[in-house]
């Protein structure tokens, strides 16, 4: 075997990671999860749930930072797609489509914004992954879904299948 393709998780070395991760099941414990009485009483800063920082504030403040970069012209947003795209079913037949787009983010940087497996192989953070996803600005689109021929006029899904990412713009 290449030294380059064998992926490490826990005590098991495979040639792939999810079978890195499968493998180690039994040795991997999954962390509980936080009740929400918990995160009332600490507020972010007491870290109650062990954490060394808090995922909810680490939002916000991607949140907000996403926000603060769109300047002043708020209503108007260019970027690449990573590329991502998200069909909602509330209000069926018109539904809701979520092209996510990183502010002024550009070519293959994009990609790095919904890449789940290059996260797990650089090994990000936690706060990095939340950054990430909380610097993608959404743009939603109400669309008819028993005339889906009308979604290529607009070239969403020729974007949100693309190999590399597409430049866009939203209003």
Known sequence: MDKENIWRYGGCTTISPLLALKSCVGSYTVPKRVPASVCVRCKGYKRLCGLLSCPILERFRA???????????????????????????????????????????????????????????????????????????SSIIRFYAKDPWRLYERELSIAAVSIKPADSEAK
């Open 63 to 137: 949140q907000v930072l996403s926000v603060t970069s769109l300047g002043s012209r708020p209503l108007e947003l260019q970027g690449s797609t990573p590329p991502s795209l998200i069909v909602g079913e509330q209000g069926y037949p018109k539904v809701p489509i979520l092209f996510n787009i990183p502010p002024h983010i550009h070519g293959e940087e994009a990609r790095v914004y919904d890449h789940p497996l290059l996260w797990w192989t650089q090994r990000y953070s936690l706060k990095k992954i939340i950054e990430l996803r909380s610097y993608l600005v």
